[in-house]
């Protein structure tokens, strides 16, 4: 259990000094989000358990009176008081304290499970709403820049080297960017809801969204070893409390031992005189409860044994399945990589080319759709080196979650 304690009090990381305020916002979402809660209380509901078991069965007290009176030799019995108690089998009370004590660790590494994918979420989430934001700042730039081409456009219509067809395209164009700025705006909210809603508080509030994430020079590389993720240490947990269930099954096939004690109230013979006259009798008792008919137990073993099993090969099933993740994110994140350098590359083009666009001005010459085919580009390899950004850190989110 330390290596779980271990895991889930590792630092989720992120390869960006500035992750700061992620890291505030994901102990937010620990502390506050209710199926973290409902979690806790299930672990400590079965916590409590461990005591519930550590008891022995009833014991039975019985009291009768005599209502027609049997003649002993030393007189008629008016009364009895009986107390029996029935004890289990040798280590069966431990057998069961063990066997509530390897659920109670299933439901701690299910804790662990937990936390780790809130953590994912709320990291993925605050990444989407980043690249959401940064499009916002380049739409908001390339209107701009929209408006500048504009006034140019204006001046050349009004010495005859450009025509109002050119206004008007530049013009659509700065509404088509405006709209999408809009559109944008919506998924922001949407996202923001989302996000406050993983930290459990008002689906309106602020969220402070760091102004530039970069993609570091080198990867961070977090360990492939998946046999310590909380995913696959609870089939190692269940896989013990099978077998400790095998055993308190063993002990609970094992006969039962019962002591008790009789008191019979006996009245005195009035037409005799002698020493044990009205003598009460006392008898203790020592009984045993054995399982002859024992196919249930045997029953039990073959479960048992069918169910460790099937607990493998679910953990085997679900070992690959991590394996397939993250190859996949190491793949998704180099792909990230190479992504936005290519957009590097394009984008240094396409403002090369609009430089010379503008350069022909001062020639006194311009083409309006020359202007607006690189700004598209522009516009097209900013938005991508964003998603490459995002995309980026999205893999790095899962990397963490599943290599550390």
Not at 227 to 245: I, M, R, T, W
Not at 287 to 306: A, C, D, G, H, Y
Request: net charge neutral.
């Amino acid at each position: 259990m330390k290596k779980v304690l271990y895991i889930i009090n590792l630092f989720f990381l992120v390869p960006s000094i500035n992750a700061q305020e992620l890291e505030t916002y994901i102990q937010e979402a620990l502390m506050n989000n209710p199926e973290i809660q409902a979690f806790e209380l299930r672990y400590n509901i079965s916590s409590e358990k461990e005591n519930e078991v550590n008891t022995i069965a009833n014991t039975e007290i019985g009291a009768a009176y005599f209502v027609s009176n049997p003649e002993t030799r030393t007189g008629p019995q008016e009364f009895k008081v009986s107390v029996k108690q029935m004890i289990p089998w040798f280590g069966t009370i431990t057998a069961r304290e063990n066997y509530a004590s390897s659920l109670t660790d299933v439901q701690f590494v299910e804790l662990a499970i937990i936390k780790r994918k809130l953590k994912l979420a709320v990291a993925q989430a605050y990444y989407k709403l980043y690249a959401i934001r940064k499009k916002q700042d380049v739409l908001d730039k390339n209107i701009d820049l929209l408006n500048t081409y504009e006034r140019l456009a204006i001046t050349s219509v009004e010495v005859g080297k450009a025509t109002a067809v050119d206004v008007l395209r530049l013009q659509i164009r700065q509404n088509e960017l405006q709209q999408r700025k809009e559109v944008l705006e919506q998924d922001f909210l949407a996202e923001q809801s989302l996000f406050n809603n993983l930290l459990n508080r008002g689906e309106s509030i602020k969220i402070e969204i760091i102004n530039s994430l970069e993609i570091p020079v080198e990867d961070f590389e977090a360990q492939e070893e998946l046999n310590l993720h909380p995913e696959l240490l609870k089939f190692d947990k269940l896989y013990e409390s099978v077998a400790k269930s095998e055993l308190l099954n063993q002990k609970e096939s094992s006969p039962s031992i019962g002591f008790g004690l009789d008191y019979i109230g006996v009245s005195q013979r009035p037409d005799m005189s002698f020493s044990d006259n009205g003598k009460d009798i006392l008898m203790p008792m020592v009984t045993l409860s054995i399982p002859i008919f024992n196919s249930k137990f045997k029953s039990r073993t073959k479960q048992n044994k069918l169910k460790q099993q099937e607990v493998l090969a679910i953990k085997d099933d679900k070992k690959n399945k991590l394996k397939t993740l993250l190859s996949m994110a190491f793949n998704n994140r180099i792909s990230s990589r190479i992504s936005f350098d290519t957009q590097t590359k394009n984008l240094k083009q396409a403002n090369d080319a609009e430089r010379i666009l503008v350069k022909t001005y001062e020639t006194g010459t311009i083409n309006f759709n020359d202007v607006l085919d690189v700004q598209e580009l522009q516009l097209k390899f900013q938005i991508n080196q964003i998603n490459s950004v995002k995309d980026y850190y999205l893999q790095t989110a899962i990397i963490n979650y599943l290599g550390n």
